[in-house]
């Protein structure tokens, strides 16, 4: 008779599961259903930068610590981005998406899982030089609150302004980039009048449900560190979200061909990953 066939779980996978199910069951943050590999990568860092030797002394901290949960949160969201990232995208956007959003009286626009705010800036500047700013809500959402007071600020480092003004550039961008923020103390601060119709919150994709309809929904490089199943549930928030013929615009590595939502966009620029919603 044949033996039944057992799963087999390392000690870390074991550790790493039950401390996502600690995390969600004490802090209502819902990382099951990140992907392994990146979710371990970011978690044996942390245990190396905050003193611990091991997945379960680090949960007991976690439980016990909310200072620690706020600490490890740091390294589970590590913000990976730049301001006009990828800089194709924002000219499709620009040639593709921005003609048909001139066409609406007001806008809502939903960057989800915005980070410290590169992608949100990026996005009002090329909302600027379309004269579609004035008009439109940014809903900037993101899970990390540390991310967010960072957004609302508008500061970034300023030795990132020469990279970021190729990538302007290569976006099309139709001024000086430096017409956008004011140099001083090793630190760019952003134009304060990109942000004054941007309302930053905490949203989860995970968890949380949608909160408004948009025209357009950026998701860009998040969903690449989501489970199928997770991914599954983000689609259908934006699905639900986006009005009648709304865009949505992912990251590089990231797709629709595979999810049950396929069928119900159509390529915009598929190469860059804009979809419409039919």
Known sequence: ???????????????????????????????????????????????REMGCETISQLQSRVLHEPAAFSELLQYLTIPVTEMFRDPTYFAALREHV?????????????????STGEEVYSLAI??????LLERSIIYATDIN????????????????MRAYTENYQAAGGKRAFSDYYT???????????????????DHSLATDSV?????????????????????ERALG??????????????????SI????????????VKRERLFRKL
């Open 1 to 47: 008779m044949m033996q039944p066939i057992r799963p087999q779980h390392s000690d870390t996978d074991i550790e790493l599961k039950m401390l996502m199910e600690a995390i969600y069951l004490k802090y209502s943050y819902d990382f099951r259903d990140y992907t392994g590999a990146s979710q371990k990568r970011r978690v044996v860092h942390a245990i």
């Open 98 to 114: 921005m003609p048909v959003l001139s066409t609406y009286p007001s806008l809502k626009i939903w960057v989800a899982g915005c």
């Open 126 to 131: 090329l909302l600027k030089e379309e004269g």
């Open 145 to 160: 609150p540390q991310s967010l007071e960072k957004a609302k600020k508008g500061v970034f480092p300023l030795e990132n």
């Open 183 to 201: 140099a001083a103390y090793n630190a760019a601060l952003f134009d304060r009048s990109l942000a004054e119709n941007v309302t930053f919150a």
């Open 211 to 231: 909160f408004a309809e948009t025209q357009l929904i950026s998701c860009r490089n998040v969903m690449i560190y989501f489970k199928k199943k997770l991914q």
């Open 237 to 254: 928030l934006f699905h639900e979200s986006l009005c009648h013929r709304g865009f949505l615009g992912l990251g590089s590595k990231e």
């Open 257 to 268: 061909d595979f999810s049950a939502y396929g069928p119900l966009f159509e390529p915009v």
